[in-house]
Structures are given as structure tokens and as C-alpha cells.
């Protein structure tokens, strides 16, 4: 198991539901990242925090609301979402400074599937 | 546009035998590739990360070769075991200014399937 942990697993929800998924990381990092993995896409980036500051939002739709009230925890807050939201979510971290290149250390990510 | 483009999409091998797995990338300004293994269902594993300054890197029976010339890298796998079935990502991170982590342009993925 990874220092980086994700909950729930999997969710299933319906498009007039309200969810959060969580995600905690035990490795000391400074930077904390969303990604979608859809089935045989890339993966996408949505957000990036650095010090809890939101540095990156790569034209997420205003459904998805991402929260980070420290360095070691990171929400996304989930409410009417549609079909095609149904995908892969992960969760990543990593150091914001030092020697780069920033390896990022990925959870084991939350299987949303949107009825 | 930024792409990194994997061959072949899928794969299947007997084990003990090896395998190469191909990655071309249109990422500029380069600052380092990374492979990556992701298990079905979990999150991806990094196996390998390359500067522009290295053109091969190993972890075990993994290794990594860049050409930043033709900008082309490759993963071999050595005596290949039922365990590496597996995707196995490229991604290539841009200098991203004042930004700490860099861009990542990921693969598709190819997906590695070993037989006994």
C-alpha cells in the first residue's frame, strides 16, 4: 500500500446526489493533485494544490469542487454530475521543492460510476 | 500540441520471455519522461524517471531508454514474470515557468498481458 490513501473505493451516485471523496497522504508532500482516468483515455489533470493553494484548474466543469484544508488532506466534492463523469479518480502527491524532477506518489483511486 | 503517443495499445507474452514497449512524445520545452506500472484497479506505480541529460535507467528487470534527439523512449522488460501484467504509462513532464511540479502529458497506456 502507497503513503497515499483514497475513500471510498468505489461510489455509485445519482445525478442528483451530493458526494465527497477523500484522499490523505502520510508522506510529508507539500503538493496534492486530482486526476480523471477514463477507460482507454489518458489520464486527465484537474487540480493541483501547492500549499494548499489551489495552483492549477484545468477547465473543470463547476460540478466538481475541490477542497484542501491542509497539506495532507485533499476533497472533491461531487453534486450533479452526469453519466460520462462515471471514471477513475485518483489522487496524487508530491514535494513542491527541492532537486527536481517531483515524483508523484499516486492512492489507489475511487471508482465512480454515475446512474 | 503536447502529445506522447505509446505502441503497441496491447501486448501479450509467455513468461520468462521479454518485451519492449514503445513511447514517442511532441512535449516541448522537455524536462523529464517517467514510466509508469498501474495495476488494474489501483493507482499508477512509477518504475523509472529520465532527465534529458540520461539516455537509460534500470529498476530491476525494468529499463528505460531515452532519445531526446528523435524523442522516442522505450521500456524493456526482462524475463517477464505473470506479475508484470499490467498498463504501463509513459508520461512526460514540461518546464512549466514558476511552477513546481511541471506539466505532465501522459500515454494512453499499453497494456501488458503475460501467459504462463
Known amino acids: 500500500e502507497t503513503g497515499v490513501t483514497q475513500t471510498p473505493r468505489h461510489l455509485v451516485m445519482g445525478m442528483t446526489n451530493k458526494k465527497s471523496l477523500k484522499c490523505e497522504q502520510h508522506l510529508g508532500h507539500n503538493a496534492m493533485y486530482w486526476y480523471k482516468q477514463s477507460a482507454k483515455k489518458p489520464l486527465e489533470l484537474m487540480f493541483v494544490y501547492n500549499f494548499k493553494e489551489q495552483t492549477e484548474n484545468n477547465s473543470v466543469p463547476s460540478r466538481f469542487s475541490p477542497e484542501c484544508p491542509n497539506s495532507s488532506h485533499l476533497f472533491l466534492h461531487l453534486h450533479t454530475l452526469q453519466p460520462e463523469d462515471s471514471a477513475l479518480y485518483l489522487c496524487?502527491?508530491?514535494?513542491?521543492?527541492?532537486?527536481?524532477?517531483?515524483?508523484?506518489?499516486f492512492g489507489p483511486g475511487t471508482r465512480l460510476t454515475v446512474t | 500540441k503536447n502529445q506522447v503517443e505509446q505502441s503497441p495499445q496491447s501486448l501479450i507474452i509467455l513468461e520468462g520471455k521479454n518485451c519492449t514497449l514503445q513511447?514517442?512524445?511532441?512535449?516541448?520545452?522537455?524536462?523529464?519522461l517517467r514510466w509508469y506500472k498501474q495495476d488494474t484497479g489501483r493507482g499508477p506505480v512509477s518504475l523509472t524517471i529520465m532527465t534529458f541529460s540520461e539516455n537509460t535507467k534500470s529498476n530491476g528487470r525494468y529499463t528505460a531508454t531515452l532519445d531526446a534527439d528523435t524523442k522516442q523512449s522505450s521500456l524493456h522488460i526482462t524475463a517477464s514474470q505473470l506479475s508484470d501484467s499490467a498498463s504501463y504509462i509513459c508520461?512526460?513532464?514540461?518546464?512549466?515557468?514558476?511552477?513546481?511540479?511541471?506539466?505532465?502529458?501522459f500515454g494512453q497506456g499499453t497494456i501488458l498481458t503475460v501467459h504462463p
Open positions: 496524487a502527491s508530491s514535494q513542491a521543492f527541492g532537486t527536481m524532477p517531483y515524483e508523484q506518489y
Open positions: 508520461v512526460v513532464s514540461v518546464h512549466a515557468g514558476g511552477t513546481s511540479y511541471g506539466k505532465l502529458t
Open positions: 513511447c514517442n512524445y511532441t512535449v516541448s520545452p522537455f524536462s523529464n
